[in-house]
């Protein structure tokens, strides 16, 4: 069930990319851009570096910024034949942020929601999605909005939680760590599954714990055959300040909505502690 690894030379990425480029240049409108606009929600592509991003927010005030990051969608169309564009047909975090009275933040990963880039080459969606390169690109945009406010909560779906926990070990002002089904060992995920290893991408587990100042809560579907327990509890237990909290009857991607204002409340209370004071920047995040 290994994964082959396409040989991509700068001549045949060029050519595929531009290949993709046009293919969703062609596609219809993408399901997060139409539930985006049926809800009001602004909407925008924004540069970072070197990626451009589509990002929605909500007008909710507030000083602290929720962050969503979607998962990786489908960048396999078959076991053998990479899909020609990545983005979930279903967007699980944007459906989660409609949810949230707080002011949130929907961050577009690289080359996904059908955004006219011609970076884009199969690899940020397959073998390098998590690449150092991904996770700079994100926080550059993310900078851009969380400058605004005094501290941000990251919270991602499945290899969303990923890059909520990579990009929260290169910032100042994270608050806390939400993850659902968050895909925290790569490695051990393509172990279990026999899959080729994400060459080039980062990992949480080959990182250092984050700062105990950073509230972190894992939640893992008790049914998800895609992440499970074995695999991602080691991370949790290096973390200073994490709980993993498995969910009864839930899976990897079903039904998240019914549980998200008792995970929401649950964060915001344990924000509103007594004596927490906020993660202020002394400068410019790390990249």
């Not at 045949?12 to 049926?38: F, I, K, S």
């Not at 990051?69 to 053998?80: A, I, M, N, S, V």
């Not at 034949?81 to 949130?104: F, G, H, I, N, W």
């Not at 969303?160 to 910032?171: D, F, K």
Request: aromatic share 6%.
């Amino acid at each position: 069930m290994s994964e082959p690894r396409p040989d991509w030379g700068s001549a045949g990425a060029a050519v595929l990319g531009l290949a993709l480029l046009l293919g969703l240049v062609a596609c219809a409108t993408p399901p997060a851009r139409e539930l985006a606009a049926r809800h009001g929600l602004s909407g925008e592509v924004v540069r970072g570096d070197p990626f451009l991003h589509q990002v929605y927010r909500n007008r909710a005030g507030g000083r602290r910024l929720h962050v969503y990051l979607e998962g990786d969608g489908t960048p396999w169309q078959t076991r053998h034949e990479v899909a020609m564009d990545p983005t979930s047909k279903r967007p699980l975090m944007l459906q989660l942020m409609l949810l949230d009275p707080q002011p949130a933040l929907y961050l577009g990963r690289p080359c996904y929601h059908r955004v006219a880039d011609v970076r884009c080459e199969p690899r940020w969606w397959t073998w390098q999605r998590y690449a150092p390169e991904v996770v700079v690109s994100l926080n550059r945009v993310l900078q851009h909005y969380a400058s605004r406010y005094d501290e941000i909560v990251l919270i991602g779906h499945s290899g969303g939680g990923t890059l909520a926990m990579l990009l929260a070990a290169r910032r100042c002002d994270v608050a806390a760590v939400l993850t659902l089904a968050g895909n925290l060992d790569p490695d051990a995920w393509a172990l279990a599954h026999h899959y080729t290893p994400l060459q080039g991408s980062l990992s949480p587990a080959r990182e250092p714990p984050l700062p105990d100042s950073i509230w972190q809560l894992h939640v893992l579907g008790e049914e998800d055959a895609n992440i499970t327990r074995e695999m991602i509890a080691p991370v949790v237990a290096r973390q200073g300040r994490a709980r993993l909290l498995v969910a009864p009857g839930q899976d990897h991607g079903c039904c998240w909505s019914a549980l998200w204002p008792a995970l929401l409340a649950r964060q915001e209370a344990a924000l509103a502690a007594p004596g927490r004071q906020a993660r202020h920047c002394p400068g410019p995040p790390v990249g």
